[in-house]
T-cell receptor, first 114, second 114 residues
Framework: GAGVSQSPSNKVTEKGKDVELRCDPI?????LYWYRQSLGQGLEFLIY????????KSGLPSDRFSAERTGGSVSTLTIQRTQQEDSAVYLC????????????FGSGTRLTVV | AQTVTQSQPEMSVQEAETVTLSCTYD???????LFWYKQPPSRQMILVIR??????QNATENRFSVNFQKAAKSFSLKISDSQLGDAAMYFC???????????FGKGTSLLVTP
């Protein structure tokens, strides 16, 4: 696609429910990143994919968070048993591996846990 | 690891005037990249300007320029001839040449008044 697409744009969920956030990167971009932006904060790195593998999961805040990427394309970030502190904007970015600093970001998913 | 500090939570500038946003960073790496991103209400992070640390010449992109002081670990953004469309959150970020995860500051909210 022309840009990085994220869905849903907004999600309201009840505490304790599981949610899935989707990221569709730019076609041909092999690197994919997830960040979390809490209110009034900068972006916090969550996970990095190179192709379908995730060499760095160090930013995932707890074992309730997981992510996968299939076909070297779409990625899903799953949060199990959501908590109110999970409320944030989740941003996805992608890049060509040889220009790993030319990130293109999506518009994010705003997650609200009530 | 790098840390990025933006000491100005909010800034205001009149249309057509010039404003400078401050950023300092800390890194033990000798080779790294610095960025300024703009985040309008649409939430998408848009790359404004990028600076390679090994380059002494300050980067410029049209009305946007940086003052990169490597010894002082300072990387300020100057916006000339400010326009209403420049109003947004601005984030400073850093990544080492051996890394991939951008480290962001907490952002500066820029208001542009007519």
């Amino acid at each position: 696609g022309a840009g990085v697409s994220q869905s849903p744009s907004n999600k309201v969920t009840e505490k304790g429910k599981d949610v899935e956030l989707r990221c569709d990167p730019i076609s041909g971009h092999t690197a994919l990143y997830w960040y979390r932006q809490s209110l009034g904060q900068g972006l916090e790195f969550l996970i990095y994919f190179q192709g379908n593998s995730a060499p760095d999961k160090s930013g995932l805040p707890s074992d309730r968070f997981s992510a996968e990427r299939t076909g070297g394309s779409v990625s899903t970030l799953t949060i199990q048993r959501t908590q109110q502190e999970d409320s944030a904007v989740y941003l996805c970015a992608s890049s060509l591996v040889e220009d790993s600093y030319g990130y293109t970001f999506g518009s994010g998913t705003r997650l609200t846990v009530v | 690891a790098q840390t990025v500090t933006q000491s100005q939570p909010e800034m205001s500038v009149q249309e057509a005037e010039t404003v400078t946003l401050s950023c300092t960073y800390d890194t033990s790496e000798s080779d790294y990249y610095l960025f300024w991103y703009k985040q309008p209400p649409s939430r998408q992070m848009i790359l404004v300007i990028r600076q390679e640390a090994y380059k002494q010449q300050n980067a410029t992109e049209n009305r946007f320029s940086v003052n990169f002081q490597k010894a002082a670990k300072s990387f300020s953004l100057k916006i000339s001839d400010s326009q209403l469309g420049d109003a947004a959150m601005y984030f400073c970020a850093c990544v080492s040449n051996s890394g991939y995860a951008l480290n962001f500051g907490k952002g500066t909210s820029l208001l542009v008044t007519p």
